[in-house]
Antibody, heavy 119, light 107 residues
């Protein structure tokens, strides 16, 4: 069974930093392109960042470019999101998700980790 | 960026009735369109990809159609577990973009 488990969310002040982690199991993590997708309270889904299986390409949404950094460690089956210069509008549940092998829709999702940016 | 627009924002349907949800793209996305279901407090779940192919384990009452800029998700006979939020997503171009969602509620 595929499992994605996020951790690292919490309350942070504006301008602060936070690092999210996602650990995958039940599939060959190193062969999948991985992603972060977020959802602000009561709002829709927003793609945040993607990283290829071997980290040779990275795409970021304009809303987080220059502030967030996606990375992965295939030896640890882990995905990360380093979030710097956080703003109130970054408040959201952050989901880790796989891109279907060879395509660009999301087939497996974690349960999400809540990040709250507030003073 | 391709903008995805879903309508209606809220759809009130009685159990057993048919629900029809729409998704429009600001430019052609060919057949590169997925649908997701999300229940309160849960992660999204993939329903449909390639505009019309059901994901593994998705009941046959869910069907997708369309191509280019106009897409439809149809739930043929709503069950209690189908009352949820639904999102479309295009994957023809980067950035990957979602529609604003349609909430299907009990009438």
């Amino acid at each position: 069974e595929v499992q994605l488990v996020e951790s690292g969310g919490g309350l942070v002040k504006p301008g602060g930093s936070l690092r999210l982690s996602c650990t995958g199991s039940g599939f060959t993590f190193s062969t999948y392109n991985m992603n972060w997708v977020r959802q602000a309270p009561g709002k829709g889904l927003e793609w945040v960042s993607s990283i290829s299986s071997n980290s040779d390409y990275i795409y970021d949404a304009d809303s987080v470019k220059g502030r967030f950094t996606i990375s992965r460690d295939n030896a640890k089956n882990s995905l990360y999101l380093q979030m710097n210069s956080l703003r109130a509008e970054d408040t959201a549940v952050y989901y880790c998700a796989t891109l279907h092998y060879g395509d660009y829709y999301f087939d497996y999702w974690g349960q999400g980790s809540l990040v709250t940016v507030s003073s | 960026e391709i903008v995805m627009t879903q309508s209606p924002a809220t759809l009130s349907v009685s159990p057993g009735e048919r629900a029809t949800l729409s998704c429009r793209a600001s430019q052609s996305v060919s057949y590169n369109l997925a649908w997701y279901q999300q229940k309160p407090g849960q992660a999204p779940r993939l329903l449909i990809f390639g505009a019309s192919t059901r994901a593994t384990g998705i009941p046959a009452r869910f069907s997708g159609s369309g191509s280019g800029t106009e897409f439809t998700l149809t739930i043929s006979s709503l069950q209690s577990e189908d009352f949820a939020g639904y999102y479309c997503q295009q994957y023809n171009n980067w950035p990957l973009t979602f529609g604003g969602g349609t909430k299907v509620e009990i009438k």
